[in-house]
């Protein structure tokens, strides 16, 4: 079977090698990492975002990927460590004023050099192509080399001025080990923030509580001093009337001055001294009272019918 016609078949041919490891062409990696976003795998635009990783990312894309909830959403790997968009952090870049883009190039005669990158460094003028380590800070978005922040050393946003830790400068594109080392930040970041949220919510309770325990106690305080003119009111309400002699000498004999004896009758306010507009309010008046004649032989709710 084979080799007919007088046809050698050659070594490689007959015996299979181990396959050949492909190598990955590092120009390509480097434009795909700076130039693409690592989320849609399409080109980076303004908005322009990046992770506590240090991945670059368009702002709609990371948007829509929080805002889906379907299924495909478990596939994207690059983003599953952003739970909410206060996870990234916006990017404010710095335009590179040699860069054409698809200007230059528009009957497609020109070769497209992929090492000139659309953004630099403000402070040493590097471009961001992947060629040299850029990195950006958490507190303000600023983007710049790291060849620039060890020569100028400060506390300080060379951009902005504001103050930043070593904890806030973030690696772009960095590699295993700087990823695994801004990963181990991230969650010591995040667990730090949840036991603050923790450590508020109690003595946010206790604030709630103290208020309403200082309302209590004031309230009996309050009750016992009043207004002079409002206790006078009260007592005089409270009194009827001047009581006879006869009771205050039984009162003061049977050494209960202040309640009355029990054989003592109630004054109707007939006999009291009150005006007549006064006793016209109760029911015992004569003006109340009615005939027969003008009562009706029903009964109803009110309490004029006897």
Excluded at 61 to 82: Q, R
Excluded at 223 to 249: F, W
Excluded at 266 to 293: G, P
């Amino acid at each position: 079977m084979g080799c007919d016609g007088g046809t050698i078949p050659k070594r490689h041919e007959l015996v299979k090698g181990p396959k050949k490891v492909e190598k990955v062409d590092k120009d390509a990696e480097l434009v795909a990492l700076w130039n693409y976003c690592a989320l849609s795998q399409e080109i980076l635009r303004r908005p322009i975002v990046a992770c506590e990783l240090g991945r670059l990312y368009n702002k709609d894309a990371v948007i829509e990927f929080l805002l889906d909830k379907s299924s495909e959403k478990a596939l994207a790997k690059a983003a599953s460590h952003i739970k909410n968009i206060k996870n990234v952090t916006e990017l404010r870049l710095s335009d590179n004023p040699a860069w054409e883009g698809d200007k230059g190039n528009t009957k497609g005669d020109k070769h497209d050099d992929l090492q000139r990158a659309r953004f630099i460094c403000p402070v040493v003028g590097l471009e961001m192509n992947g060629r040299h380590r850029f990195c950006f800070l958490r507190c303000c978005g600023c983007v710049f080399s790291e060849r620039a922040l060890k020569e100028i050393r400060a506390e300080v946003c060379h951009t902005c001025g504001a103050a930043f830790q070593e904890d806030d400068v973030i690696v772009l594109n960095g590699s295993k080990a700087d990823v695994d080392t801004l990963r181990s930040r991230m969650e010591e970041r995040r667990l730090r923030a949840k036991l603050g949220k923790k450590a508020k919510k109690p003595k946010a309770a206790e604030s709630v509580s103290h208020p309403a325990a200082g309302e209590e106690s004031a309230g009996p305080s309050g009750m016992n001093t009043g207004k002079p003119e409002a206790s006078s009111l009260d007592s005089r309400e409270k009194k009827v009337g001047p009581a006879p002699r006869s009771t205050a000498a039984s009162g003061s004999s049977s050494g209960k001055a202040g309640k009355p004896p029990c054989g003592a009758t109630k004054r109707s306010i007939a006999q009291s001294e009150e005006s007549e507009a006064y006793k016209s309010l109760f029911t015992t008046h004569s003006s109340a009272k009615r005939s027969k004649e003008e009562s009706a032989h029903w009964v109803t709710h009110t309490s004029y019918c006897f």
